[in-house]
């Protein structure tokens, strides 16, 4: 039997995902370590931006930050900051949002801005919005990869900085977001799309070894279950392999152990 | 016409005063370090500080009292963490009260764009659902006049200043950037006067017919400052010294190791290749040594 990591299975979870020749606009951390993955193995022709205002990057190494020199090396072209948001995102032309959260809840909002207190005087500042705001109101989809636990998966957002499902049901296709919204949470316990009618996120699929209590326990509400659960496919010796290439050709590059983001 | 060229120093001293809108760009590429170093040296204060992602620069004016306020859509040291001073400001009030206005990279994109067109405000599909506009009343929704829409709008940004580093100038002080441009252009034409760093000052610029390329006639200042973006990166010139960018996290946590750390190296030195030799950089020869890739 093949082993590997939680961080594993979710990384190449979501890596399947991806189609060839989709279009991505890409977060930082683990959104792009899936994807690169994606690239790196069954879809060769996915086409990945950053909002550093590269397109068609092909990173030989994860990179550090959004903006790294590596990004634009290899990328088909490198446009400015103005021009990523406006022409390629807000112009319609991103299939799908790929993005990480502090926080997410019931409904698939995204938190990265406080938690706790109050935003003049928060328990803990985090980086804030960035580009998210507008890659989850204007991608065709989003997919939020996020580690599951009772402090990340809440039932209420402490802040909401970019949008899901909002209250759930029709509240976001009122609120003037376009695209579907998050149509997929992919985390280290198993993957949750929301039901088509109420909108709250349902676990579809557990990855192998976990249970359904061992989710629940996880979420920090009362989290419902399809009622036909299906098991994550366990990663291929050539997934795992590819991964870690690019995690250790990463390490290498930035000085860091190798870890998956 | 007067030469825009001039020391770091001067154009500091010459242009930046206290209590002004001051916007330093630079997306992870090419950050002005040297020109944020300089202005903590000569001590400015009050200053509203524009930048998309505050990190490690505005970390540094941030601790060292030179900021009332941050414009931002995104504050943290990229791979690493916190930025620790800013957080102590918002949170703490350290070294002083720091006010904050929120906005998001699309709309600060916009922003520059509107300042840099003579705009008096930026339109965007922005902000949908989301809770920043509840803490942020520069954050306003309008209809659109042909369609109905409801869409954001934010005032134009025009900093009294801006400052941004590049790779190159020549000697009449036309300046050229590669890589990734992030909004430095947008920042320079939105800004009553702009000063550039640059790595080196060459005879030709061969810049490229659709090049992002500025004018000497809309530049305040063109200084040649090698290294100028340390610990960020000059593509083409050096790469980003991620170690440092790991190592600000242990210096800046605590007040007191921040201050004894800017007090040695950034105000305990009178210049960049001064600053660069205190904190053990590779030296000046070797940066500048051609072939080193980004």
């Not at chain 1, 502090?102 to 580009?131: H, S």
């Not at chain 1, 998210?132 to 996020?146: F, G």
């Not at chain 1, 279950?225 to 050539?238: C, G, I, K, N, S």
């Not at chain 2, 042909?146 to 790779?167: R, S, W, Y």
């Amino acid at each position: 039997m093949t082993t590997y990591t939680p961080n594993e299975i979710m990384t190449v979870e979501a890596a399947r995902r991806l189609a060839n020749g989709t279009v991505c606009f890409v977060g930082i951390g683990l959104p792009s370590a899936a994807a690169n993955l994606a690239r790196l193995t069954h879809a060769p022709d996915v086409v990945l931006i950053y909002e550093s205002g590269t397109i068609g990057a092909k990173p030989e190494v994860l990179p550090l930050s959004i903006g790294d020199g590596e990004l634009a090396e290899h990328a088909d072209t490198v446009v400015s900051v103005p021009e990523i948001f406006r022409y390629w995102l807000q112009g319609g032309r991103v299939d799908v949002g790929f993005l990480g959260a502090a926080q997410v809840d019931r409904f698939g909002n995204i938190n990265t801005t406080v938690i706790g207190g109050d935003y003049a005087k928060p328990k803990v500042r985090l980086p804030g919005a960035g580009g998210a705001p507008e890659i989850a109101s204007n991608a065709r989809e989003t997919w939020i990869i996020i580690r599951q636990s009772k402090r990340t998966f809440v039932s209420k957002v402490d802040f909401l900085t970019s949008v899901g499902h909002l209250e759930g049901g029709d509240s976001r296709a009122k609120s003037g977001a376009r695209g579907k919204g998050p149509t997929a949470v992919i985390t280290d316990l198993g993957v949750l799309t929301p039901d088509p009618v109420t909108r709250e996120l349902t676990l579809v699929a557990i990855h192998p070894g976990i249970t359904v209590e061992q989710a629940k326990a996880a979420t920090g509400w009362d989290l419902k279950v399809a009622p036909d659960l299906a098991v994550t496919r366990e990663p291929t010796e050539a997934e795992l392999k590819a991964l870690r290439a690019l995690q250790e050709k990463t390490a290498k590059a930035h000085g860091t152990s190798a870890v998956s983001e | 016409m007067t030469s825009p060229l001039m020391p770091l120093h001067d154009a500091i001293a010459r242009f930046v005063q206290d209590g002004q809108t001051l916007a330093m760009e630079g997306f992870t590429h090419l950050i002005p370090f040297a020109a944020g170093h300089e202005v903590i040296r000569q001590g400015r204060s009050g200053l509203t500080l524009v930048r998309m992602t505050p990190d490690i620069l505005y970390d540094q004016m941030i601790g060292m009292g030179c900021a009332k306020a941050v414009v931002f859509s995104w504050g943290g040291n990229p791979g690493v963490g916190s930025i620790h001073r800013f957080r102590d400001a918002i949170e703490d009030g350290w070294p002083a009260p720091l006010a904050i206005h929120e906005h998001s990279h699309a709309d600060m994109a916009g922003r520059y764009q509107a300042g840099a067109s003579g705009l008096p405000f930026s339109v965007l599909r922005g902000y949908v659902g989301s809770d920043l506009p509840k803490h942020n009343p520069e954050i306003r929704t309008i209809e659109c006049p042909f369609t109905g829409e409801k869409l954001a709008a934010t005032p134009a940004i025009n900093p009294d200043v801006a400052v941004i580093h590049a790779q190159r100038a020549d000697r009449k002080g036309n300046v050229l950037i590669e890589g990734i441009v992030g909004v430095q252009k947008e920042a320079v034409l939105a800004a009553k006067r702009a000063i550039v760093t640059v790595e080196e000052i060459v005879e030709d610029l061969r810049a490229p017919m659709n090049a992002c390329f500025l004018p000497h006639w809309v530049l305040g200042a063109v200084c040649e400052v090698p290294r100028g973006a340390h610990p960020s990166y000059a593509h083409g010139y050096y790469d980003r010294d991620n170690a440092f960018c790991k190592a600000w996290d242990g210096i800046s946590r605590d007040r007191e190791t921040f201050l004894a750390w800017m007090k040695k190296h950034v105000l305990g030195t009178k210049t960049h290749a001064e600053f660069l030799d205190s904190i053990g950089s590779p030296t000046m020869a070797a940066a500048a040594a051609p072939g080193m890739t980004g």
